[in-house]
Nanobody
Framework: QEQLVESGGGLVQAGDSLRLSCAGS????????MGWFRQAPGKEREPVAA???????WYAGSLEGRFRISRDKDKNLVYLQMNSLKPEDTAVYYC?????????????????????WGQGTQVTVSS
């Protein structure tokens, strides 16, 4: 059973940046398709970014240009760099991993596509 652990969340002001990290406990994360999701209070969990093992990347349209997903294969981490943060970015952020391959990139934006989830890290952006 893979275990994912997110870190890097916190309380920041609008316009600041944060980098979230996701660490795996067993396999190297480069072997997984990875996704970042977020859930704001009272809202459904939504996809933020995803990356296939081959490096294909997807972003939620409203976040592209401010958020960036990447891998550090040497450190076995997956990052979510978040810039120009806004109060509406306030949410619990989750990383997720899957060993399955999907030919349709949009499948990586679905919660059912992932086998493993982290516990989440809180990001709070004050205005």
């Amino acid at each position: 059973q893979e275990q994912l652990v997110e870190s890097g969340g916190g309380l920041v002001q609008a316009g600041d940046s944060l980098r979230l990290s996701c660490a795996g406990s067993r396999r190297e994360l480069r072997n997984y398709g990875m996704g970042w999701f977020r859930q704001a209070p009272g809202k459904e969990r939504e996809p933020v970014a995803a990356m296939t093992t081959g490096g294909t990347i997807w972003y939620a349209g409203s976040l592209e240009g401010r958020f960036r997903i990447s891998r550090d294969k040497d450190k076995n981490l997956v990052y979510l760099q978040m810039n120009s943060l806004k109060p509406e970015d306030t949410a619990v952020y989750y990383c997720a991993a899957t060993l399955r391959y999907y030919s349709d990139m949009s499948d990586y934006t679905r919660m059912w596509a992932y086998d493993y989830w982290g516990q989440g890290t809180q990001v709070t952006v004050s205005s």
